[in-house]
């Protein structure tokens, strides 16, 4: 039986976003509860399509309530579905994410959100010795075609201990290094939604392989794990 994301989802959202307050969300909240199950069926799909390409050991749903402890915003839900999914380490590195929401907010991401100092600073010394490789990946146009460029956030100039003409530095500067696809919500009720996020994380696979070798290696290619 296929699975497919359920319109549902996307208009109860669209609600949700009106009434971000706990009495409307808990005298709906058995309707929520069956739209989760369903969209959970969704996210099980692109796990076991995962698994049949990549070796991937977890999928992670995360919950519709927020922590506003250090927010602003105090609304208490979360008016979107995120989902990750987990590449096997310590040999495998980096990561998939999919993102449910209305008005056409929905996307997918991979590659590295919040690297740890040691691997930041690995993946820097890499690009500063030498940025053929993951240029070359960059500029391959199937590539490029599905998932741009880089985005994330960056130092305005140089990190401490690099210098800030050096050739190589609009990849050194970041601190995420991380690609985004997006979609209409015309597009994620599609019949074909899953099967374009599978092509899509298909496709990610020579950037990961990359940067799992980097990122396993020291700078001489010895092994570290």
Do not use: C
């Amino acid at each position: 039986m296929s699975v497919s994301v359920p319109n549902e989802a996307l208009e109860f959202f669209k609600q949700l976003e009106k009434n971000n307050d706990r009495d409307w969300f808990n005298a709906h909240k058995k309707e929520f509860k069956t739209l989760e199950t369903k969209v959970k069926a969704v996210y099980n799909s692109v796990f076991n399509q995962l698994k049949s390409h990549d070796d991937v050991d977890k999928l992670k749903m995360f919950r519709i309530y927020r922590d506003v402890r250090f927010s602003k915003d105090k609304s208490p839900y979360k008016t979107h579905f995120g989902g990750s999914f987990h590449r096997t380490k310590p040999k495998l590195r980096g990561g998939y994410y999919l993102h449910i929401q209305p008005n056409n907010e929905s996307f997918i991401a991979t590659g590295f959100w919040e690297p740890a100092p040691a691997d930041l600073l690995r993946i820097r010394k890499e690009f500063e010795m030498d940025d053929r490789e993951i240029r070359n990946i960059l500029s391959d146009k199937k590539f490029s075609n599905i998932w741009g460029n880089f985005v994330g956030d960056e130092v305005k100039s140089a990190p401490r201990g690099f210098d800030k003409d050096h050739k190589a530095i609009d990849l050194i500067k970041k601190k995420q290094y991380i690609f985004v696809k997006k979609f209409t919500d015309q597009e994620v009720l599609d019949a074909n939604f899953l099967n374009e996020v599978d092509e899509a994380f298909k496709a990610i696979r020579p950037y990961f392989n990359y940067m799992s070798e980097v990122l396993t290696t020291d700078l001489n290619g010895v092994s570290v794990i």
